[in-house]
Every structure is written in structure tokens, then in C-alpha cells.
């Protein structure tokens, strides 16, 4: 069962509007959580990454905010430029042992509009 | 400032037949991933390394052999191409030695688009 679910699968936004994205995890024990952004055809390049005892965390635009207790994550995206046109992935390392992997989301598909 | 860097970007195999995708890290990482993603499927983990010498399994490992002889390169093989295997491949790295679950940035290839006819 995947651990990581995101909400809305797609979403379309006219450029200079704000969104939030949703995740939530049921991953266990939690390491923290992030979040990636992937351009089409790019690979996943990290916007944050937040950790059992941060509550909101910012990049520019993007704020990440993180409820331990409800396992529920969202991102923020203020202002909405055409390239933030892209793939949003929830990302929660699931820890065993000494290793560590990242089990994914299927994210949440944005298109912003001019 | 490379990164991780994968070769080839596109290979259009025939079913049966055998290929290896290169992925180096200029970073120094200790991890290295490789994972699949299909469309509407996110990132699924094949098979990582967390030093030089030692590979795992992860979770679709079937069909794929890895080698990790030097620390900055990983390897995945195809021994014989099956269409399910059409995919895009990802690479990603991290480090330095505390793993992904300790808080250390992953970074990612930008892909290796494979179509299996």
C-alpha cells in the first residue's frame, strides 16, 4: 500500500494565483518529510525538507507546512509563475535499519495558465 | 558542477536485448538510488547502494542487475529487455554517509528515457 497519498491528482491555476497542495503519510517510524518539484522530462529537484519538530518552513514562494499528529503535510504556492508549471512530489523516507528510501507519491500535477 | 549525470538520455531497445545505464555523482555521495516512474506511478525504487562494493534490492528489482565497483558511479543492467521495462530511469545520490532518512539533500539525474519494442 502506498504510504504517501497526495491531493488534488491535478490542478489548474491562472498565473499570479496562490494554491495549496496536499500529502498525507502513514509512513513509519517518520524521518521527515519533503517536498520535490519535477519540470516534465526533468528529474525531481528538492524545494524542502522538514523534520518531525518544524511546523512551517519556507523557499521563496513555496511554504511547506508539516502537522506531526494528523501525519498531513501541504505546500503553499504563493504568486504563481508559469514555471512553477509542474509536478509536486510528497516524499516521506521510510527508515529501516541502516538504510534509508524514499517512498513517493504520485504528486499532484500543476498547470498554471497566463 | 555536474551532479549526477546519466547516460544514455534515450536508448529504444529490441525485447531480449541487454544494456547498462551509467549514472555518476561528482558529490562525493555515500547513497545512490536508481528508481522507475511510469506515467501516472510515482518514483519506485529498484535497487540502491549505500557504499562502494555493496548494492540492495528495492522495490521492483526484478529483470535488473546493479554494480556499484567505484564510489562515484552505479550501474543498472538490463540483461534481457522486456516491454514492462519501458520506463524512464532515474538516478539520484546522497550523503555524505548519513543516508537519506538523516535529513541529507537526494539529488537526482535527469533521466534515461527507455522504450523496449
Known amino acids: 500500500k502506498n504510504q504517501v497519498e497526495q491531493s488534488p491528482q491535478s490542478l489548474i491555476i491562472l498565473e499570479g494565483k496562490n494554491c495549496t497542495l496536499q500529502c498525507n503519510y502513514t509512513v513509519s517510524p517518520f524521518s521527515n518529510l519533503r517536498w520535490y518539484k519535477q519540470d516534465t522530462g526533468r528529474g525531481p529537484v528538492s524545494l524542502t525538507i522538514?523534520?518531525?519538530?518544524?511546523n512551517t518552513k519556507s523557499n521563496g514562494r513555496y511554504t511547506a507546512t508539516l502537522d506531526a499528529d494528523t501525519k498531513q503535510s501541504s505546500l503553499h504556492i504563493t504568486a504563481s509563475q508559469l514555471s512553477d508549471s509542474a509536478s509536486y512530489i510528497c516524499v516521506a523516507p521510510k527508515v529501516g535499519g541502516s538504510n534509508y528510501k524514499l517512498t513517493f507519491g504520485k504528486g499532484t500535477l500543476l498547470t498554471v495558465n497566463p | 558542477n555536474a551532479g549526477v549525470t546519466q547516460t544514455p538520455k534515450f536508448r529504444v531497445l529490441k525485447t531480449g536485448q541487454s544494456m547498462t545505464l551509467l549514472c555518476a555523482q561528482d558529490m562525493n555521495h555515500e547513497y545512490m538510488y536508481w528508481y522507475r516512474q511510469d506515467p501516472g506511478m510515482g518514483l519506485r525504487l529498484i535497487h540502491y547502494?549505500?557504499?562502494?562494493?555493496?548494492?540492495a534490492k528495492g522495490e521492483v528489482p526484478d529483470g535488473y542487475n546493479v554494480s556499484r565497483l567505484k564510489k562515484q558511479n552505479f550501474l543498472l543492467g538490463l540483461e534481457s529487455a522486456a516491454p514492462s521495462q519501458t520506463s524512464v530511469y532515474f538516478c539520484?545520490?546522497?550523503?555524505?554517509?548519513?543516508?537519506?532518512?538523516?535529513?541529507?539533500?537526494?539529488?537526482f539525474g535527469q533521466g534515461t528515457r527507455l522504450t523496449v519494442v
Open positions: 522538514m523534520t518531525f519538530s518544524e
Open positions: 539520484a545520490s546522497s550523503g555524505p554517509g548519513t543516508g537519506v532518512g538523516r535529513n541529507t539533500e537526494a539529488f
Open positions: 547502494s549505500v557504499g562502494e562494493g555493496t548494492t
